[in-house]
């Protein structure tokens, strides 16, 4: 068997490593910034790795680019461009992540997903922290979890990833005892988000790792006791926990991904459009969510029937890849614990979204590709495409410092436009606009600093100033032609700007694409009655 040489393990190990650490303390990586940065240093490391090492396509390989050239594929059609090239980037970074893990030996993956583990006891540690100091507003009353995640359910969903890899050193007997008090510490963190299909999946994988143990007359009765638990567990969120109301949403949510794919067949609505679709395709008016809550549904609305076909495949490549491992008998327990892991989170996934959350999304693609093994050797000369490579990440940095730029005047923008001062926020929106020309957002802030200068000016200069935002609002409807806000404040600048019957319209066509908002319905018939 072909491998490579330390130093490239090293290399991985420490990038890889580096990335989970930063994904996790930045907020789970939902800063648009990170996410840029943690692109490119993986890209480096696959650039790297690339030209340095020569090796075959298989398989995995294959279905990994096939599901990435299907999520690029649903940029071409979609509405809001800005946000499928994010979310592009998150999973571009996740997969190269996963690629760049397969060349290490299983030796070598062991000591990387070391780190995971001990973010979770860092997790853990905080839920335990956070619940002793305030217990009664330990699941709610503040923003605690916001400064984190976007709720408890995220943290859970990334501890249930990890927790069935402490079964894998737990197995190793070196420092067992250590390993389990871990393992326990984690478990019990998992039950104290109350995150009920986490807490089921976790108590599952639990009984199965015991059962391996079943002939020792302590580890039956926990075993009797676990399942004692589970079926408690079961019978608690069957009767008393699930409100009708959270099934009825999800119900609502996953029809409106199916509404959305009916309309975006082949290729989809774009990847990590599903957010800003869902007010336009909702049946029936539920509470506002941002993703569809069901990973296949939402990937099936966002990257259509081809990319969700890709990512069928992925999965099973995965899963044939167990059954080879597991016939070859070498490093059973490690794959079998490796395949928990996945098909939990997956499990997960069919009534949650901790998928999509950036983090997760790479911690998901380092473990599913510890199933897979690159074989690999050190090229004796370094290609001439490296050059390429290297000028094409040079290309990659000016490309996405771009956005990183305008973001950074957006910022500004906003501090100056809520201080007042509208004129210099209108500077600073317009050089993010400069930077970033696709982002309907930028435009409808110039808009709304353009309305508060003719709101204080209602004189011909301040008509200038209302032309102006029109003009801006209309821009970031073409980019966002699904976003019935942005035409509510157009109908608003309308209206206020003596124009009734464009107004009117206007609000018309909000209501269009928001027909369960009531809001709009009553703002209809002030403007048609004033």
């Given amino acids: 068997m072909l491998q490579i040489k330390k130093s490239n393990s090293i290399i991985i190990a420490f990038v890889l490593s580096a990335v989970m650490i930063i994904s996790i303390l930045s907020k789970f990586s939902f800063i648009f910034p990170i996410q840029v940065a943690i692109f490119l240093f993986v890209l480096l490391l696959f650039i790297y790795l690339v030209n340095t090492n020569k090796f075959k396509p298989n398989f995995y390989i294959l279905s ?64 335990f922290t956070r619940f002793i100091t305030n217990p009664q507003g330990f699941f709610y009353g503040d923003d605690f979890y916001e400064s984190m995640a976007l709720n408890i359910n995220i943290i859970a969903g990334f501890l249930a990833l990890i927790y069935p890899l402490f079964f894998i050193f737990i197995k190793e007997q070196k420092n067992t005892k250590v390993f389990i008090a871990m393992m326990l510490f984690v478990l019990f963190a998992i039950f104290l988000t109350k995150c009920r299909i986490v807490v089921l999946l976790s108590t599952i994988s639990t009984i199965i790792f015991l059962f391996e143990y079943r002939k020792n007359k302590f580890i039956k009765v926990l075993i009797v006791l676990s399942i004692i638990l589970l079926i408690s567990g079961i019978g608690y969120i069957s009767f008393l926990k699930i409100s009708s109301n959270s099934v009825a949403d999800r119900i609502v ?23 800003t679709l869902f007010k336009a395709f909702r049946p029936e008016l539920v509470i506002g969510t941002l993703y569809a809550h069901n990973i296949f549904l939402e990937l099936l609305a966002e990257i259509g029937i081809v990319g969700l076909l890709s990512f069928v495949v992925l999965l099973f490549s995965f899963y044939k890849k167990f059954i080879e491992n597991i016939l070859k008998g070498k490093d059973k327990s490690f794959y079998i614990y490796i395949a928990i892991s996945i098909t939990s989170f997956i499990a997960i996934n069919l009534v949650d979204y ?177």
């Fill in 253 to 275: 949510w996953w029809k409106t991904a199916y509404l959305i794919f009916k309309e975006n067949i082949f290729f989809g609505c774009g990847l990590g459009n599903y957010m």
């Fill in 64 to 127: 990994l680019m096939f599901f990435l050239v299907t999520c690029c594929l649903s940029y071409i059609n979609a509405d809001f461009k800005v946000n499928v090239r994010d979310y592009i980037i998150i999973l571009s970074s996740a997969m190269m992540a996963g690629f760049c893990f397969s060349f290490l030996s299983v030796e070598w993956k062991k000591k990387v997903l070391f780190v995971p583990l001990f973010i979770s006891l860092w997790l853990a540690m905080i839920l």
């Fill in 354 to 530: 901790n998928f999509f959350v950036p983090a997760n999304m790479i911690m998901f693609f380092i473990v599913f590709s510890s199933m897979f093994y690159v074989e690999s050797e050190e090229r004796q000369k370094i290609k001439i495409n490296f050059y390429a490579c290297l000028a094409a990440y040079v290309v990659f940095v000016i490309l996405f410092a771009r956005p990183v730029i305008a973001n950074n005047y957006y910022k500004k923008g906003i501090n100056f436009y809520v201080s007042g001062h509208y004129k210099v926020a209108i500077e600073e929106f317009n050089k993010a606009i400069n930077f970033d020309k696709n982002n309907p957002e930028y435009y409808a802030q110039v808009s709304r600093a353009y309305f508060a200068l003719y709101d204080k000016e209602r004189d011909e200069k301040g008509q200038i100033y209302a032309d102006k935002a029109i003009e801006y609002l209309q821009h970031a409807i073409k980019l966002n032609k699904y976003a019935a806000q942005l035409k509510a404040s157009l109908a608003a600048v309308y209206w206020n700007n003596g124009k009734k019957e464009e107004a009117l319209e206007t609000i018309q066509e909000a209501m269009k694409y928001d027909k369960h908002d009531p809001d709009y319905e009553a703002y209809y018939y002030q403007l048609k009655n004033s």
